[in-house]
């Protein structure tokens, strides 16, 4: 049967705008970017057997090119699409920091950081760089390393910090493992850096480390 023959507070695009995007499963969500199904399948059914195959939604959104395009249904084409979409989300959410202050504005930060960084394979470092409101100024990833660490130089830091003129920033760095535990080797380096940064009177406010589930702030944790 095809969707359009479901009733409408079934389909997925009709129950989107009835109840929000909110309301639907991984399946219907993926339906709607889809937007056709294939012969057999419906973009419902469909979407149900990419999920299977790729495990779970982040896995097919986290896909690379070539392992993307080897699924039924997707194509280079969709891959773009799917791309443009993810950037378009996280574009909007640097806007939307923009205009806060990041005090008072905590889970845009965490939600923003972990969509920059959550589905980098290997360790990245990065920083955001403030003003004296607390505004964002500039978003930038710094180092890049292996799927375990990542050399951070904290001469670059402070150079870029000045670049930026920045007031405060925040730290954070990913954990590829989906494991937010601060290390040994994390707690060292966030107080070398404030140390380097409080001769320029740059404030670190926080460093956040990126896995699974909610960004971990080493400042709540008690380790700053």
């Given at each position: 049967?095809?969707?359009?023959?479901w009733?409408a507070?079934?389909r997925?695009?009709e129950?989107?705008?009835?109840?929000?995007?909110?309301?639907l499963s991984?399946?219907?969500?993926l339906?709607?970017f889809?937007?056709?199904?294939v012969?057999?399948?419906?973009a419902?059914?469909l979407?149900?057997?990419?999920?299977k195959?790729?495990?779970?939604?982040?896995?097919?959104?986290?896909?690379?090119?070539?392992?993307?395009?080897?699924?039924?249904?997707?194509?280079?084409?969709k891959?773009?699409?799917?791309?443009a979409?993810?950037?378009?989300s996280r574009?909007h959410?640097?806007?939307?920091?923009k205009?806060d202050?990041?005090?008072?504005?905590?889970?845009?930060?965490?939600?923003?950081?972990?969509?920059q960084?959550?589905?980098?394979?290997h360790?990245?470092?990065?920083?955001?760089?403030?003003?004296?409101?607390?505004?964002?100024?500039?978003?930038?990833a710094?180092f890049r390393?292996?799927?375990?660490?990542?050399?951070?130089?904290?001469?670059?830091?402070?150079?870029?910090?000045?670049?930026?003129?920045a007031?405060?920033?925040?730290l954070?760095h990913?954990?590829?493992s989906g494991?937010?535990?601060?290390s040994?080797?994390?707690?060292?380096?966030?107080?070398?850096?404030?140390d380097?940064?409080?001769?320029?009177d740059?404030?670190?406010?926080d460093?956040?480390?990126i896995?699974?589930?909610d960004?971990?702030?080493?400042v709540?944790?008690?380790?700053?």
């Amino acid at each position: 049967m095809s969707i359009r023959d479901w009733p409408a507070a079934e389909r997925p695009r009709e129950k989107l705008l009835e109840q929000g995007a909110a309301s639907l499963s991984d399946a219907e969500l993926l339906a709607i970017f889809l937007r056709t199904g294939v012969a057999g399948k419906s973009a419902v059914d469909l979407a149900r057997h990419l999920l299977k195959q790729f495990g779970s939604l982040r896995s097919l959104l986290e896909a690379d090119l070539q392992t993307f395009c080897l699924e039924l249904g997707l194509g280079p084409a969709k891959f773009a699409q799917l791309q443009a979409v993810m950037e378009m989300s996280r574009r909007h959410m640097a806007e939307r920091l923009k205009r806060d202050s990041s005090l008072e504005n905590p889970q845009g930060v965490r939600d923003y950081l972990k969509a920059q960084l959550r589905h980098e394979p290997h360790e990245v470092f990065a920083c955001l760089f403030l003003d004296t409101k607390h505004r964002v100024l500039a978003f930038e990833a710094l180092f890049r390393g292996s799927i375990s660490c990542a050399e951070v130089h904290p001469r670059q830091v402070v150079k870029r910090a000045l670049a930026h003129n920045a007031a405060a920033l925040i730290l954070c760095h990913n954990h590829p493992s989906g494991v937010p535990d601060p290390s040994e080797d994390d707690c060292r380096l966030t107080h070398l850096l404030k140390d380097a940064l409080d001769m320029i009177d740059v404030k670190v406010l926080d460093h956040f480390i990126i896995g699974d589930g909610d960004p971990l702030s080493m400042v709540e944790a008690g380790l700053m």
